[in-house]
């Protein structure tokens, strides 16, 4: 209890701290709903490119299965013929899906 005391008490003080210091000028960019500050250029119901969104999903699901050799390469002295077996069959999978997307021009843009 009196570490959670000590925390809290340290965090409001360096707010406080912090907002008596900072400069507090509002103007209407610093108060839009946009991170950037600009005004948005074109409708949000106009058409947009689908290709960027399946690169980005490629992206992810690429980045996830990465994960998975991290299991393998931790416990990779420890894993029998049949570790192996499924780890050969999953970078098998891996690359064979890459040469897939590769060959329907998924990836270019």
């Known amino acids: 209890m009196p570490f959670f005391l000590l925390s809290a008490g340290i965090s409001t003080l360096l707010v406080a701290i912090s907002y008596l210091v900072a400069n507090q000028n509002m103007d ?36 996830i299965e990465v994960i998975f050799f991290v299991p393998f390469v931790a416990s990779i002295k420890y894993l029998t013929v049949i570790g192996y077996y499924f780890m050969f069959i999953f970078i098998v999978l891996l690359i064979t899906s890459l040469f897939h997307e590769w060959n329907k021009k998924c990836i270019e843009l």
Do not use: H, M, W
Request: glycine share 6%; net charge negative.
């Open 28 to 63: 209407v960019e610093k108060t839009s709903g946009y991170e950037c500050g600009f005004d948005p250029f074109n409708d949000a119901r106009d058409p947009f490119y689908i290709q960027f969104y399946i690169v980005a999903l490629l992206f992810i699901i690429f980045d």
